[in-house]
């Protein structure tokens, strides 16, 4: 038989590192969250930038004075007119370019291969609508459709 007393400490124990892991839980979670909503944080002010400003955001990783975070900003935003009409003109020929590659390679692959090619753009769409737009953080901007990336 087993010795009630025992029993209970072993069931104290158990709740005792069930209540532990509950709390380590927590507290990872809330670290999470903290630096996900850390405005402060790089990789927080990534998924709520403007289209084609990533270039600010990668100078960010380098702990800049508000004045040379001010500075980068102005010269940003002095070149960015010259940088969209490039981006312009030059998106639809890649894109057009990337669409002949993806047909050419759809040619090979078989029904099953195509399936699963679909399932995994349908992914990489909703990770792009979560993140406010199709490839969100892989160097493309509006206008650039999940098509490019292939």
Do not use: C
Not at 28 to 46: I, N, V
Not at 126 to 143: C, T, Y
């Amino acid at each position: 038989m087993t010795n009630p007393t025992s029993s209970r400490w072993t069931n104290r124990g158990l709740a005792l590192a069930l209540l532990l892991f509950i709390f380590a839980a927590g507290l990872g979670a809330g670290w999470g969250l903290s630096r996900w909503t850390d405005s402060s944080h790089p990789r927080a002010r990534e998924g709520r930038r403007q289209p084609r400003s990533r270039g600010i955001h990668f100078y960010a990783r380098l702990n800049l004075t508000p004045e040379q975070d001010r500075a980068v900003r102005e010269i940003h935003e002095r070149h960015r007119p010259r940088l969209d009409a490039v981006l312009d003109e030059t998106t639809p020929k890649v894109r057009a370019i990337h669409e002949e590659i993806e047909q050419e390679i759809r040619s090979l692959l078989t029904p099953g291969q195509l399936e699963r090619l679909e399932r995994m753009k349908a992914r990489r769409e909703g990770r792009g609508a979560r993140r406010g737009g199709p490839g969100k953080g892989r160097g493309r901007g509006p206008g650039r459709g999940p098509g490019v990336g292939i």
